[in-house]
């Protein structure tokens, strides 16, 4: 299994820009969809975006669509996750996760890194 490693959360104001990183050892990141996902308080975790294996194909949830701009470097093992114009309801925990299947929940799994968006 994969393992990662989520970075670059942190406090900013809203209409501002994060960018979050995962980087991933262990195993072949080439082979692997990767994805992040995100779960603010009291709320289930969500996906945001997605990128697959083979041909880097995306996907966005709407509420991110236009804002938020998922890539992935396998010569470097990272992926990330650029994020512009915040807002206070993008606040929640990031996570990043691997699979080498459609299975999210038996994939691999980050620890995750908190974005916090003030108004």
């Known amino acids: 299994q994969v393992q990662l490693v989520e970075s670059g959360g942190g406090l900013v104001q809203a209409g501002g820009s994060l960018k979050l990183s995962c980087a991933a050892s262990?195993?072949?990141?080439?082979?692997?969809?990767m994805g992040w996902f995100r779960q603010a308080p009291g709320k289930a975790r969500e996906l945001i975006a997605s990128?697959?294996?083979?041909?880097?194909?995306?996907y966005y949830a709407d509420f991110v669509k236009g804002r938020f701009t998922i890539s992935r470097d396998n010569a470097k093992n990272t992926m990330y996750l650029q994020m512009n114009k915040l807002k206070p309801e993008d606040t929640a925990l990031y996570y990043c996760?691997?699979?080498?299947?459609?299975?999210?929940?038996?994939?691999?799994w980050g620890q995750g890194t908190q974005v916090t968006v003030s108004s």
């Open positions: 990128i697959t294996w083979s041909d880097s194909t995306t």
């Open positions: 996760a691997a699979t080498t299947t459609t299975n999210w929940a038996r994939g691999a």
């Open positions: 262990g195993r072949t990141f080439s082979n692997y969809h």
